[in-house]
């Protein structure tokens, strides 16, 4: 997308008419990877996300190239769960971590996020689920959620604990770094962060936006 134009045409007939050129591929979301399917740049495609809590944390992280990839072609369902898959897409496209040749797991040969899970190990922000493999279909937890972008923004420690539900979590740690750091400071509500319960994709969203505005 080296060269963009637009040229506006006062006509009589068709009144206000535009024209408008570009040079580069159309299919591209904005942060450079192709997810498979072909839309105008800048222009989300999802066509379930209007009118769900989440509506405005979706358009933002995926007009800034941070959460592009749905579940198909036109659809983001963001009431679906996350997974570690597409987390950590979303944590190496929002860090615009580079590209590695080295394929660090077993398991994700036929995902579509196996060139993001590589990024991130790659820069040394994950070690997986164990024995070799990413386990990129297994859905993630609050907990497990606050631990991945506590590492990945190399959160500092934090001096107060925020929620009263996560003592003796092995995520308690993250959780408050991510509180401190203003991403998740109201929990799940009655102040408690509920690290046990699944993210969904909208929540997730949320999320990532809180992480990379900051």
Not at 43 to 51: E, G, Q
Not at 134 to 156: E, I, N, Q
Request: glycine residues 12%.
């Amino acid at each position: 997308s080296r060269e963009t134009w637009v040229q506006r045409t006062k006509s009589p007939y068709l009144g206000d008419d535009y024209w408008y050129a570009f040079a580069g591929n159309p299919g591209k979301a904005p942060n450079g990877s192709t997810p498979g399917f072909s839309s105008m740049p800048g222009t989300m495609p999802f066509t379930d996300v209007a009118d769900t809590p989440w509506e405005t944390a979706i358009t933002w992280v995926y007009e800034r190239g941070v959460m592009v990839d749905g579940c198909g072609a036109t659809r983001f369902c963001p009431r679906g769960d996350l997974t570690r898959g597409a987390l950590a897409q979303a944590l190496a496209d929002g860090l615009r971590l580079p590209a590695t040749s080295r394929d660090f797991f077993a398991d994700d040969n036929a995902s579509r996020f196996e060139d993001g899970i590589n990024r991130l190990a790659a820069a040394g922000l994950t070690r997986g689920c164990g024995d070799g493999d990413y386990c990129p279909g297994r859905s993630v937890s609050r907990g497990k959620l606050a631990d991945a972008l506590a590492t990945a923004l190399r959160l500092p420690a934090a001096g107060h604990d925020y929620f009263t539900d996560d003592e003796g979590n092995p995520h308690e740690d993250a959780i408050n770094r991510i509180a401190a750091a203003g991403i998740s400071a109201a929990g799940c509500g009655g102040g408690q962060f509920c690290p046990a319960e699944l993210v969904r994709r909208g929540r997730a969203a949320v999320f990532l936006r809180s992480a990379f505005r900051r």
